[in-house]
C-alpha cells in the first residue's frame, strides 16, 4: 500500500491550501470558464475551485486510483455538481490531450497538483508509472534539459501543460517542487513557449504535508511577452515578490536585476576549475590519523608507504570558518586519468598488498567508468592536483567562501570531489585570488547566478562564468593580477 502511494507520488492537497491557491487565483482576476485537473486525487482542488468560480462552465478530473475517482464523485454528488463536474478514472500516460484541450471553452484553468516521485524512485520500486518512451522524447531537448538519468514525473506532465496554455487564453497553477518549476521554465523559455507571466510561490510543505520538500505553487499565464521573467514571492501572502528569475544565453538566472549589474564580468577565465579527486570507496581510500596511526573506514590500522599518501580536505573542512590543519590522508594511486597503476606493486609494495586486499570493495564501485579502467583506477586527478597552493570552495554548502588550502609536510593538500578548485605554485597567487573571489562583486556576480535550493548549488560550470581579469580590473587590482599571476 505504501507502495503504491510512493508510486504515484500521492500527496493530497488539504482543503485548507487548496482553498488558498483559488482564492490566490481569483486575486489575479483570472476567472475561468473552464477548469481541468488532470491528476485529481480525491478531488480536493474541485470541490474549492466550485466555490470560488461560479461561473465556470465545466470541470474536468482526472485520476488513476479508482477509490480516489469513486471519492471525489461522491463529494461532487453531495454538492449537486455532476452536471458542472465530470470525473473520470485514467492514466496521464494515455489521455488523449489534445482532444480533451481542444474542446475546452476558453479562458481555461490547469489546476492541480501532480505526483511527487522521480523516474529513478520508479525504478528502485519496479513501479511502470511512467510516459510511454515514444511519447516521451517527443518534446525536443527534452532529455538535454532533465538529464535522462533522473527527473520528476511532475516535470513532464507539467511541460505537457504548458504547451498547452502556450499561447491560449489559459492559465496553470500548480503546486510542485522549485526545482521542477526551474527545469520547466528553462524548457519554455528555451523553446520560445508563449507564457504571458509566471510567478512562484513558496508553499510550507512541512505544515501542508508533513514533509519537508522544497515547493511552491507556480501560476503561469498563457499568451504573448517578450519578456522571460518569473517573479518569486516568499509566501503565498506577500504582495511583493523579493525576487525574479529570468532567463539569458541559455541559463536560467536567480535574481535577474543583480545579474544585469554584474554580467560585465562574465567571460572565459583564464583559469581553468576542477572538481577534486573522485574514488567512490572512502572506506579504503580515506585514512584517519589516530595518535599517529592511519586509519581506514573499516576501522583498521593501515601501514603502507607514503608515496602515494596525500593529505586532504573534503567540503565539511573546506566550508570551516577557519580551516583545521589536515586530519585525513587520501591514497592518490594515479597522477592522472588513465596512468598505469601496476607501478605501484614496484614502487610500493604494501600500498599495492593494502588495495589487492580490499580490492572486492574497489572492484565493485558503482559508476561504471571504474569498469573499463585500471585496477584501483581514480578521477579527476592530473597535474592540477599536485599544485602546492589552491584556492578552493565547497560545492555543497550554501555560502560563498573561498579558502586558500597550503601545503602541508611538504606535500600539497589533495580534495574530494564534492570540491572545486584553482591551482598555483606559490602562496602570493593563491592569496590574491583568493581574497578577489571573497569580494563582494565577486558575490554579488555569482550569487545572482546561484539557486540556493540545488543539492549543489555552487558548479564547475558556475565559477567557470566569472572573468578573473576582468574582475581584477574592476577591483582595480590589474597590476597585482598580470604582473604576480603565472598563466600558464
Ligand atoms: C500529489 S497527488 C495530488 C492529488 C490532487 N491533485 C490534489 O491536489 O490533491 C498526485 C495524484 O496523482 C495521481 N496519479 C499518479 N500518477 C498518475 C497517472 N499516471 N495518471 C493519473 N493520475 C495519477 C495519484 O493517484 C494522486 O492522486
Not at 485529481?40 to 485520476?63: A, D, H, M, Q, T
Not at 573506514?297 to 573546506?318: A, C, F, N, R, T
Not at 574582475?471 to 593580477?481: M, R, S, V
Request: hydrophobic fraction near 40%; aromatic fraction near 12%; proline fraction near 3%.
Amino acid at each position: 500500500m505504501q507502495n503504491k502511494k510512493t508510486e504515484f507520488g500521492d500527496f493530497q492537497t488539504p482543503l485548507e491550501l487548496a482553498s488558498t491557491i483559488c482564492e490566490k487565483i481569483k486575486l489575479f482576476g483570472f476567472q475561468p470558464h473552464s477548469i481541468i485537473e488532470p491528476t485529481c486525487g480525491i478531488g480536493n482542488f474541485i470541490l474549492v475551485s466550485l466555490k470560488y468560480f461560479p461561473f465556470v462552465k465545466r470541470i474536468l478530473g482526472y485520476e488513476i486510483n479508482k477509490d480516489y475517482v469513486c471519492s471525489a464523485i461522491n463529494s461532487i454528488k453531495s454538492l449537486n455538481a455532476e452536471k458542472k463536474v465530470v470525473i473520470e478514472c485514467a492514466d496521464f500516460f494515455g489521455n488523449d490531450w489534445e482532444n480533451i484541450i481542444t474542446r475546452l471553452q476558453k479562458p481555461f484553468l490547469v489546476l492541480g497538483n501532480p505526483p511527487w516521485v522521480t523516474n529513478s524512485k520508479l525504478g528502485v520500486m519496479k513501479g511502470s508509472n511512467l510516459p510511454d518512451k515514444k511519447n516521451f522524447y517527443k518534446y525536443t531537448g527534452f532529455e538535454a534539459i532533465t538529464g535522462k538519468s533522473n527527473f520528476d514525473i511532475s516535470e513532464w506532465m507539467i511541460i505537457r501543460k504548458i504547451h498547452w496554455i502556450s499561447g491560449q487564453h489559459a492559465a496553470l497553477a500548480i503546486l510542485c517542487k522549485t526545482s521542477v518549476v526551474r527545469k520547466v521554465l528553462l524548457y519554455a523559455w528555451k523553446h520560445d513557449l508563449e507564457i504571458k507571466e509566471a510567478k512562484v510561490f513558496f508553499i510550507d510543505t512541512k505544515t501542508y504535508f508533513k514533509v519537508a520538500v522544497d515547493a511552491c505553487l507556480f501560476w503561469v499565464v498563457g499568451g504573448s511577452s517578450s519578456k522571460k521573467v518569473c517573479q518569486v514571492y516568499r509566501h503565498i501572502n506577500d504582495d511583493k515578490y523579493e525576487s525574479l528569475w529570468g532567463f539569458d544565453n541559455g541559463k536560467l538566472i536567480s535574481d535577474i536585476a543583480s545579474y544585469n549589474e554584474f554580467k560585465h564580468l562574465e567571460g572565459d577565465s583564464p583559469f581553468k576549475w576542477r572538481s577534486g579527486i573522485k574514488h567512490d570507496c572512502s572506506k579504503v581510500m580515506e585514512l584517519r590519523s589516530i595518535n599517529g596511526l592511519l586509519v581506514n573506514g573499516l576501522k583498521e590500522v593501515v601501514e603502507i608507504e607514503d608515496d602515494y599518501i596525500y593529505p586532504m580536505y573534503k567540503s565539511s573542512d573546506i566550508s570551516k570558518n577557519k580551516l583545521s590543519l589536515p586530519s585525513r590522508c587520501m591514497i592518490v594511486t594515479q597522477q592522472h586519468v588513465g596512468q598505469s597503476t601496476n607501478v605501484i606493486q614496484q614502487v610500493a609494495p604494501k600500498t599495492w598488498a593494502y588495495l589487492s586486499c580490499h580490492s572486492e570493495l574497489l572492484n565493485k564501485r558503482a559508476s561504471s567508468i571504474y569498469n573499463r579502467s585500471e585496477l584501483y583506477a581514480i578521477f579527476g586527478v592530473g597535474n592540477y592536483t599536485f599544485l602546492r597552493w589552491k584556492v578552493a570552495i565547497s560545492g555543497f554548502y550554501k555560502k560563498l567562501d573561498f579558502k586558500v588550502v597550503p601545503p602541508y609536510q611538504g606535500k600539497p593538500v589533495v580534495l574530494d570531489d564534492t570540491c572545486y578548485f584553482l591551482y598555483f605554485d606559490t602562496r602570493e597567487e593563491a592569496e590574491l585570488i583568493c581574497r578577489m573571489l571573497n569580494s563582494d562583486i565577486s558575490k554579488n556576480f555569482f550569487s545572482s547566478r546561484i539557486f540556493w535550493d540545488n543539492k549543489r548549488p555552487i558548479t564547475v560550470s558556475l565559477l567557470s562564468q566569472l572573468d578573473l581579469l576582468k574582475l581584477a580590473i574592476e577591483l582595480g587590482l590589474k597590476d597585482e593580477f598580470t604582473n604576480g599571476i603565472n598563466i600558464s
